[in-house]
Nanobody
Framework: QVQLVESGGGLVQAGGSLRLSCAAS????????MGWFRQAPGKERDFVAM???????FYEDSVKGRFTISRDGAKNTVYLQMNSLKPEDTAVYYC???????????????WGQGTQVTVSS
């Protein structure tokens, strides 16, 4: 079992930055690819970014160059640095642990509880 706890969401103006954190506990952190998904009201949960234990990263096209995913193995924590935020980035952001390096929500084994990010125009 893996427990994921997100923090760092909030309200920010367009063009601003936020850093999300996801603290993992439980089973071996390095066994999973870690990622972030987001869900806007009335929409499906969409892939944002993922990182392998080796450090390989993968991003959804609309966040490339603006968002950076990273992980600290010693702290069992994954981060999502979000810069140049846009109103369309507004969503609940979920931390995810996946057994495969995949953008599919169906491959996620564990989810965090979510943290709200709101970007005002």
């Amino acid at each position: 079992q893996v427990q994921l706890v997100e923090s760092g969401g909030g309200l920010v103006q367009a063009g601003g930055s936020l850093r999300l954190s996801c603290a993992a506990s439980g089973r071996t952190f390095s066994s999973y690819a870690m990622g972030w998904f987001r869900q806007a009201p009335g929409k499906e949960r969409d892939f944002v970014a993922m990182i392998r234990w080796s450090g390989t990263t993968f991003y959804e096209d609309s966040v490339k160059g603006r968002f950076t995913i990273s992980r600290d193995g010693a702290k069992n924590t994954v981060y999502l640095q979000m810069n140049s935020l846009k109103p369309e980035d507004t969503a609940v952001y979920y931390c995810a642990a996946s057994r495969v390096f995949s953008s599919r929500a169906e491959d996620v084994v564990y989810w965090g509880q979510g943290t709200q990010v709101t970007v005002s125009s």
